[in-house]
């Protein structure tokens, strides 16, 4: 049996843009993970055959001691599975990752080390804080503000030079000003306390070791979060990352999946995009769709979005040949359809200009007659339209096989945004599904007119809804960064 060395891993500071390609490498083929509180789980579907198993600890709430961990370790690597230990940040800052590798070292136990991009110096980078400055901090101090034994007087801190930077020490920042004032700190020194969200965003404190000894925290400052003191705290309004972009200071939504590039886009220009799919695909009709599939000589097909194009194609390469699909025309709704086509080796016969159903009616009213059989397979809240003009040109079968359903999973929003993206309405109702009307923001962007009215129909004001001048991905980008570059925007009042 083959025993392969225990990985102690650092997911860093949260998001699967922020692991190394080490950690990547070694999650697609682990067998076991056992992983902690502080990380985002999103990391995890890396690794989607590997059993899964918690051991986060919050403060005062272990779901597994320490020793417990230690055997399940000890447990997986005789067993010659692949385990690895994953935890928030870098194992070895912090993270009891040390204590992990000294068990292992005593039973000869081998194991790797993958260090995480630690929260330390990451996060008060993305505020604009830079842990070391010349002339101004030429060191930088990593100190735990939660210690084992309890002894917890940071008096001996206050002598040290440099930057500070305290880990887990919010319940006890207004002690460690306090203290750090009685070991000779200057009352005015600056002290920041961030808090960073897997998005990318980082939730910004600023103010003097003085006044938060007298007065503590705001009461909605709460852990985890990380506390740094020092001269350099106060660059981050000229060092804050992406300053002086036409989109600095924006933050956006994403509801659609498949939105990477219009995100890296909307980054380069400066804004903070939060990524939060509306929609999760179901497929529906199975047992249909398989007769459809089993029996298929239809000699048109129409395809209305990226997902009935890959539905299709896994069901229909299972059992046959792509080239049983020669002399079949296919017609797509648009480039991005055409896109998805073009995976499985096949080029769509033709699209309207405009991308939507209606213009792909009357684009195939020269390309269609009453001799063809058409098969159109699309999503549920597709527009009934085309469905009725198809089958008034030909036999049609107009056959529904998945349903875009509300994600298991969704994550906050931010607590003030300036637009979200909608690519569908199902995107639009799922999304007020999960918020509620109300959460809309000032300004709501359109990728087409079904999905313009959609938002018109659950009560957003048309003057507040902006689409591209395409109904493309691109187009609506370049309308994203035209509107909230300019300094007019939609009135949250007026939704």
């Not at 929609?279 to 000699?299: G, H, M, W």
């Not at 046959?320 to 073009?342: C, F, M, N, P, Q």
């Not at 939507?356 to 009934?384: E, F, Q, T």
Request: with cysteine.
């Amino acid at each position: 049996m083959t025993n392969y060395p225990v990985i102690l891993a650092g997911a860093g500071i949260g998001g699967g843009d922020n692991i190394t390609l080490a950690l990547y490498k070694a999650l697609s083929r682990t067998d076991i993970i056992l992983y902690d509180r502080l990380m985002d789980p999103s990391i995890l579907d890396f690794a989607p055959d590997a059993e899964k198993i918690y051991v986060g600890k919050a403060a005062g709430k272990h779901s597994m001691k320490q020793e417990a961990i230690h055997g399940l370790l000890e447990k997986y690597y005789r067993a010659g599975k692949r385990v690895l230990r994953l935890k928030g940040g870098d194992p070895f800052v912090f993270g009891r990752g040390g204590e992990e590798a000294l068990y292992l070292s005593e039973r000869a136990i081998p194991f790797q080390v993958i260090s995480g991009i630690t929260s330390g110096v990451a996060v008060p980078a993305m505020a604009g804080i830079p842990v070391t400055q010349r002339e101004t901090a030429t060191s930088v101090s990593f100190i735990t503000g939660h210690r084992a034994d309890g002894d917890e007087d940071f008096a001996i801190y206050g002598k040290i030079p440099g930057t500070l930077v305290f880990y887990m020490g919010l319940k006890n920042v207004s002690s460690i000003a306090k203290d750090l004032l009685a070991g000779g700190k200057d009352p005015e020194t600056p002290l920041a306390v961030l808090k960073a969200s897997d998005d990318g965003d980082v939730a910004s404190f600023y103010s003097s070791l003085k006044t938060v000894a007298d007065e503590g925290l705001p009461e909605h400052i709460a852990s985890p979060g990380l506390i740094v003191v020092g001269e350099v705290v106060d660059l981050h309004q000229m060092l804050k990352p992406l300053n002086h972009l036409p989109l600095t200071g924006r933050k956006i939504i994403l509801t659609g999946t498949n939105q990477d590039a219009m995100a890296e886009s909307l980054r380069a220009h400066g804004a903070e995009v939060f990524m939060r799919p509306m929609i999760e695909i179901e497929a529906v009709n199975p047992v249909q769709f398989e007769k459809d599939l089993a029996d298929f000589s239809y000699d048109t097909l129409i395809f209305t979005s990226k997902n009935a194009v890959d539905l299709f194609f896994r069901a229909y390469l299972n059992d046959r040949d792509i080239r049983s699909l020669t002399g079949v025309s296919i017609y797509v709704v648009g480039e991005k359809t055409a896109h998805a086509l073009a995976r499985y080796g096949l080029r769509a016969d033709g699209h309207p200009a405009i991308y939507d159903g209606r213009h792909l009616a009357d684009y195939l009213k020269g390309l269609v007659n009453a001799s063809n059989r058409i098969y159109y397979p699309h999503g549920a809240g597709s527009d009934p339209f085309l469905g009725e003009a198809l089958k008034n040109m030909a036999a049609t079968t107009d056959r529904i096989i998945y349903r875009a359903v509300l994600p298991k999973r969704c994550l906050p929003l931010p607590a003030l945004f300036d637009g979200a993206i909608f690519l569908s309405p199902s995107a639009v109702k799922n999304f007020i599904a999960a918020y509620g009307l109300s959460s809309l923001p000032p300004c709501c962007f359109a990728i087409g007119d079904t999905t313009k009215q959609c938002l018109v129909k659950m009560g957003v004001k048309e003057e507040n809804i902006i689409s591209g001048e395409k109904a493309t991905q691109e187009s609506l980008c370049e309308a994203v960064i035209d509107k909230l570059s300019s300094q007019d925007r939609c009135s949250p009042n007026e939704r």
